[in-house]
């Protein structure tokens, strides 16, 4: 019997073992009784193979981590001689040549400093609450320990990072474990009425944060965002004036304002920091997914000089006491530097601006698809609607569009393209040629 025709045989039984033993995240297991995994063995550029040589376009850059392709040649290569160098030490009380790079560079692109690392978007999100609240703490001021969200925020689903996430599904069964924060109403430009523009929701939006602020400023830490666009909320986008009053805001009231770039930044939105985009600088930024060019995991916090300088005394108590086993790891930080070096040497942000604009075009009859709504791009994100979707869109959609060699995963009715820069025309022909069949079949 050939090799070809075992691969059947072994593809079933490694879907077998993973059911067995893995738990998928954000799945409700039980539908794998009728939704089969897909046993994917290899990667390369925008695709990714599975056991039997089909090939799917990654769309969504692997939840939103891949930034260069897969089996990226630059970032293999910082890997592998940092393996043979040093591959982990303790960060504390220790250091090393790649933590030191990657925090003097992530400095000069976000005008911050002093990074702390964690492992992940929400241990980074952790951090920064509770650096915020700690910060007021420091200063004499114990009971602003409290926080600000957008209504539909995403910041990840640990405990702290839970309680200003505004989304109920990852929620709700954990309510008696999440401490109550302010929501706030999202400018999400989707909101708009007849004759309004994203600018007016945004300018609408930001009087009630304002009047939350004014009535509790006093036990408020910190307001955290995510600039332009609200991922889980469906790519919600919204008009940058909003990050300008809330900056505004935040200094009239004395509240930090946190900055979750964990899912934009690294040039999702057209810049390298969406903040940019709004002319504001945070005082806190949150960063992971991208960081890696979607390698390894690595997140990191940055502050500014005032926040860091709260915590700098003689008292151990004042210090800031978070660690994580694999804090500053040589190689994930490795993987970083590479990232930021293609970055650097590539011109990547001008690319992808010209590239966007391409790929506009070519997206073009989709964006005039008669069930298509709310069209929009910011950077190299696209997002629409569909109106009038079938019960359960979501599954039926992502399953169509793996028959067309795609991996989407839209987020309710809401499909959006996220892909690594890399993408071509011809990459995004293919994307545009997949989605409409797959629509054509579950609309």
Not at 253 to 279: H, K, P, S
Not at 417 to 442: S, W
Request: proline content about 5%; overall charge negative.
């Amino acid at each position: 019997m050939t090799e070809q025709a075992l691969a059947p045989h072994a593809n079933q039984a490694l879907l077998n073992r993973s059911l067995a033993a893995v738990w998928h995240p954000c799945t409700q297991m039980k539908r794998h009784e009728s939704l089969p995994l897909i046993p994917i063995a290899r990667g390369d550029g925008v695709w990714l193979y599975d056991a039997d040589g089909t090939r799917y376009l990654d769309a969504v850059s692997s939840w939103w981590v891949n930034l260069f392709g897969h089996n990226q040649p630059q970032i293999k290569a910082a890997i592998t001689q940092q393996m043979d160098q040093l591959e982990h030490v303790m960060l504390a009380g220790f250091t090393h040549e790649p933590v030191v790079a990657l925090s003097e560079q992530l400095a000069a692109l976000t005008g911050l400093g002093h990074a702390f690392y964690g492992s992940d978007g929400a241990s980074a999100t952790e951090i920064a609450l509770k650096m915020a609240a700690h910060y007021w703490r420091n200063l004499g001021l114990p009971a602003k320990n409290r926080f600000v969200y957008l209504q539909d925020s995403y910041h990840g689903e640990t405990i702290g990072a839970l309680s200003v996430t505004d989304v109920p599904i990852f929620r709700q069964a954990y309510s008696p474990l999440v401490r109550d924060n302010f929501a706030v109403q999202s400018p999400d430009a989707r909101q708009a009425q007849p004759g309004q523009t994203a600018r007016d929701v945004a300018l609408w939006a930001i009087e009630d944060l304002a009047r939350v602020l004014a009535a509790h400023h006093h036990e408020i830490a910190a307001l955290i965002v995510e600039p332009l666009i609200q991922g889980a909320a469906g790519m919600a986008m919204y008009d940058p004036i909003y990050l300008q009053q809330a900056r505004a805001l935040c200094d009239q009231y004395q509240v930090l304002l946190i900055a979750d770039e964990i899912a934009v930044g690294f040039g999702r939105t057209g810049t390298m920091f969406a903040c940019e985009q709004a002319q504001i600088k945070p005082d806190l930024i949150c960063l992971s997914k991208g960081i890696t060019g979607g390698y390894l995991p690595l997140a990191a916090v940055l502050c500014s000089d005032a926040v860091y300088t709260a915590f700098y005394a003689d008292e151990t108590a004042r210090a800031f006491l978070h660690s994580h086993s694999y804090t500053g790891n040589p190689l994930a930080c490795a993987a970083a530097l590479a990232t930021l070096a293609i970055f650097r040497d590539q011109d990547v942000i001008a690319q992808n601006q010209r590239k966007a604009a391409e790929f506009n075009r070519i997206f073009a009859p989709l964006a005039a698809h008669p069930r298509v709504r709310h069209w929009r791009n910011c950077g190299m994100i696209w997002a629409f609607e569909i109106a009038d979707a079938p019960a359960q869109f979501a599954t039926l959609f992502f399953t169509e569009a793996l028959k067309e060699g795609l991996l989407l995963r839209p987020i309710g009715h809401t499909v959006y393209f996220m892909p690594p820069y890399i993408m071509t025309a011809e990459d995004a022909q293919f994307l545009l040629a997949g989605t409409l069949k797959a629509l054509a079949r579950c609309c």
